[in-house]
T-cell receptor, first 111, second 111 residues
């Protein structure tokens, strides 16, 4: 069974721009969660989508948003990028509220 | 909300020795505690997890113990090998099913 895939793997953006990251969950999994990983703050939960609905949300500003499609693929968007948004963005899939399996992440650098 | 603390931040052991990583959590309602291994350039990999209805779980050289009364859980790796070198994260699931991660332990296994 294929694992979680994320695209792109690396991205360089300029302050003020916006970015969209994509995540394809494991086949059959309906839940996708997004996390931000930085050296200073560690792994922090952004939000979770289940059956195309946001089911849970972390403490991030409204510039961070996401959505989920009917095939369970998910995208997250960050608008008006700031230098502090540079991070590894990870998505994790699960069937429902059970074991979460992570993708390789998207490394975002904001200059 | 849930808070997870992890110790030590770095751990160096000789190949063949055992390694122990400890985590404490704050929310007594937490019931699910996974452990992840993250190698350089990769996403976190689920290596073992435990639910609150058991005190210990083993999988080959890896074991996790849980003490609900004291609100702490530990990862034990026996007969360590160089390929065990990685960053290990513990996590606790809060009441809204979000994973709250510890700050990570960098394990180095010296050949």
């Amino acid at each position: 069974k294929a694992g979680v895939t994320q695209t792109p793997r690396y991205l360089i953006k300029t302050r003020g721009q916006q970015v969209t990251l994509s995540c394809s969950p494991i086949s059959g999994h309906r839940s996708v969660s997004w996390y931000q990983q930085t050296p200073g703050q560690g792994l922090q939960f952004l939000f979770e989508y289940f059956s195309e609905t946001q089911r849970n949300k972390g403490n991030f500003p409204g510039r961070f948003s996401g959505r989920q499609f009917s095939n369970s693929r998910s995208e997250m968007n960050v608008s008006t990028l700031e230098l502090g948004d540079s991070a590894l963005y990870l998505c994790a899939s699960s069937f429902d509220r059970d074991e979460q399996y992570f993708g390789p992440g998207t490394r975002l650098t904001v200059t | 909300g849930e808070n997870v603390e992890q110790h030590p931040s770095t751990l160096s052991v000789q190949e063949g020795d055992s390694a122990v990583i400890k985590c404490t959590y704050s929310d007594s309602a937490s019931n699910y505690f996974p452990w992840y291994k993250q190698e350089l350039g990769k996403g976190p990999q689920l290596i073992i997890d435990i639910r609150s209805n058991v005190g210990e779980k083993k999988d080959q050289r890896i074991a996790v113990t849980l003490n609900k009364t004291a609100k702490h859980f530990s990862l034990h790796i026996t007969e360590t090998q160089p390929e065990d070198s990685a960053v290990y994260f513990c996590a606790g699931e809060d009441s809204s099913y979000k994973l709250i991660f510890g700050s990570g332990t960098r394990l180095l296994v010296r050949p």
